[in-house]
């Protein structure tokens, strides 16, 4: 199985910053990797697929790069809404695994 | 507009078996895998199987963790899939999601999800 490791596992930071959450595949898949944002009891929603695209809807200040074994999700702003939980998931092969997620608080 | 509903989710003994629901609309049902997610309480994503589309002959795919437990299933009459699961743990205890995927199978909606209890 493809462990995918997510670094931090909390994320404090303020209005208006900028951050970056790392995620690291333990092996090679390509850019085959999905980001997803979870809010306190609600669903996961898609932000980023195929590491760097942008889901439709999705404000332009999330954006993803990365291939191979490391990749990163950066909020270019923080706004309030975008304090959540954040997942990544390779899609690579099976079994499709998740990182373990990174939860993102106001500071 | 993509809509998945759950459904069935409930309270069920170790051992016991529950069969969960999902009513798909606003696509093509036949023309996207359909897969199960779930989350434990207070835990991450576990995904835990895949029903491909019809061009891949609604092919499955399973966890280890309920390989031979569970079964995913789909009605193209209902635009429905299934998540069966019999041998119930109490480590099953999560929410599960019903989710479709996208492109070359990257999960891109979400249901509400619905909460399975297995405990005594």
């Known amino acids: 199985d493809i462990q995918m490791t997510q670094s931090p596992s909390t994320l404090s930071a303020s209005v208006g910053d900028r951050v970056t959450v790392t995620c690291r595949a333990s092996?090679?898949?390509?850019?085959?990797l999905a980001w997803f944002q979870q809010k306190p009891g609600k669903a996961p929603k898609l932000l980023i697929y195929k590491a760097s695209s942008l889901e439709s809807g999705v404000p332009s200040r999330f954006s993803g790069s990365g291939s191979g074994t490391e990749f990163t999700l950066t909020i270019s702003s923080l706004q309030v809404d975008d304090f959540a939980t954040y997942f990544c998931?390779?899609?690579?092969?099976?079994?499709?695994?998740f990182g373990q997620g990174t939860n993102l608080e106001i500071k | 507009e993509v809509q998945l509903e759950e459904s069935g989710g409930g309270l069920v003994q170790p051992g016991g078996s529950l069969r969960l629901s999902c009513a798909a609309s606003?696509?093509?049902?036949?023309?996207?895998?359909m897969d199960w997610v779930r989350q434990a309480p207070g835990k991450g994503l576990e995904w835990v199987g895949r029903?491909?589309?019809?061009?891949?002959?609604?092919?499955?795919e399973y966890a280890a963790s309920v390989k031979g437990r569970f079964t995913v299933s789909r009605d193209e009459s209902q635009n429905s899939v299934y998540l069966q699961m019999y041998s119930l743990k109490t480590e099953d205890t999560a929410v599960y999601y019903c989710?479709?995927?996208?492109?070359?199978?990257?999960?891109?909606?979400w249901g509400q999800g619905t909460l399975v209890t297995v405990s005594s």
């Open positions: 998931q390779q899609y690579k092969s099976y079994p499709l695994t």
């Open positions: 092996q090679d898949i390509t850019s085959w």
């Open positions: 606003g696509f093509t049902f036949s023309d996207h895998y």
């Open positions: 989710t479709r995927s996208d492109g070359s199978g990257y999960i891109a909606y």
């Open positions: 029903s491909r589309n019809k061009a891949n002959s609604f092919s499955t």
